[in-house]
T-cell receptor, first 117, second 120 residues
C-alpha cells in the first residue's frame, strides 16, 4: 500500500480565514513533506518533517504553519493568506532511513487545490 | 546546487508508438537517485520509475524504461506502446541531501516538466 491521503480536495478561503490542510499515511514512513505547486510548474518544497520534528523550512512565510501530531499525520495551518498563495498543495512521505527498501522514494498524495479570494 | 533540465516543454506521440523524454542534470555527487514522476490531469504525482546512480542495470517498469548515461548526466525516459492513459505532465527529479535536524534529510529537485499528448 503506497497511499497518501489529503483532505480536503478543494478549499476556497478569504484572506482573513483560518483553515487547515490534512495529510495522512499508514506506510510507516517517518519523513513527511509539504510542497506547493503553481499551475504548469514543478512542485516546490515547503517543509520536511523527520520523526515528527520539523527538519526543513524552506523560508516559508509564517502564515503557513505546519504541524505533525503523530507519525501518520501532517497538517498545514493557514492564516491570513494572500491571493498569490492559491496553488495545489501536495503532501508526500518517505522512509526517513534511505537504506531501507525504497527508502529513497517519496510517495505523493492527490493534493488540495487552494483558492484564496 | 543540483539542477534538472527538461528541454522539451511539450511532446506528442501516436498511440502504440514509442516516445523518449529527455532529462539532464548537474551534480557533483557520486551517488544519487533519479526519478520520473507522472502527473495526469487528476493532479496526483505518480512514481513511474527510479534509478540509483551506482547500479549497473537500467531500470524498467513494464512499458517504461530509462536510458541512464552517468558521464553525460542524462536520464531519459522511454515509453513504448504509448497508451491514451499515458497523457500527462512528466517530471524528472533528482534527490539531494539537505541539512536539518534528525539525520539525513532529502529533497527532490524537479525539472520544469514535459507535457505529453497521446494522439489516437
Amino acid at each position: 500500500d503506497t497511499e497518501v491521503t489529503q483532505t480536503p480536495k478543494h478549499l476556497v478561503m478569504g484572506m482573513t480565514n483560518k483553515k487547515s490542510l490534512k495529510c495522512e499515511q499508514h506506510m510507516g514512513h517517518r519523513a513527511m513533506y509539504w510542497y506547493k505547486q503553481k499551475a504548469k510548474k514543478p512542485p516546490e518544497l515547503m517543509f520536511v518533517y523527520s520523526y515528527e520534528k520539523l527538519s526543513i523550512n524552506e523560508s516559508v512565510p509564517s502564515r503557513f504553519s505546519p504541524e505533525c501530531p503523530n507519525s501518520s499525520l501532517l497538517n498545514l495551518h493557514l492564516h491570513a493568506l494572500q491571493p498569490e498563495d492559491s496553488a495545489l498543495y501536495l503532501c508526500a512521505s518517505s522512509q526517513a532511513s534511505p537504506g531501507t527498501p525504497r527508502g529513497d522514494t517519496q510517495y505523493f498524495g492527490p493534493g488540495t487545490r487552494l483558492t484564496v479570494l | 546546487a543540483q539542477t534538472v533540465t527538461q528541454s522539451q516543454p511539450e511532446m506528442s506521440v501516436q498511440e502504440a508508438e514509442t516516445v523518449t523524454l529527455s532529462c539532464t542534470y548537474d551534480t557533483s555527487e557520486s551517488d544519487y537517485y533519479l526519478f520520473w514522476y507522472k502527473q495526469p490531469p487528476s493532479r496526483q504525482m505518480i512514481l513511474v520509475i527510479r534509478r540509483e546512480a551506482y547500479k549497473q542495470q537500467n531500470a524498467t517498469e513494464n512499458r517504461f524504461s530509462v536510458n541512464f548515461q552517468k558521464a553525460a548526466k542524462s536520464f531519459s525516459l522511454k515509453i513504448s506502446d504509448s497508451q491514451l492513459g499515458d497523457a500527462a505532465m512528466y517530471f524528472c527529479a533528482y534527490r539531494s541531501a539537505v541539512g536539518g535536524i534528525g539525520g539525513s534529510n532529502y529533497k527532490l529537485t524537479f525539472g520544469k516538466g514535459t507535457l505529453l499528448t497521446v494522439n489516437p
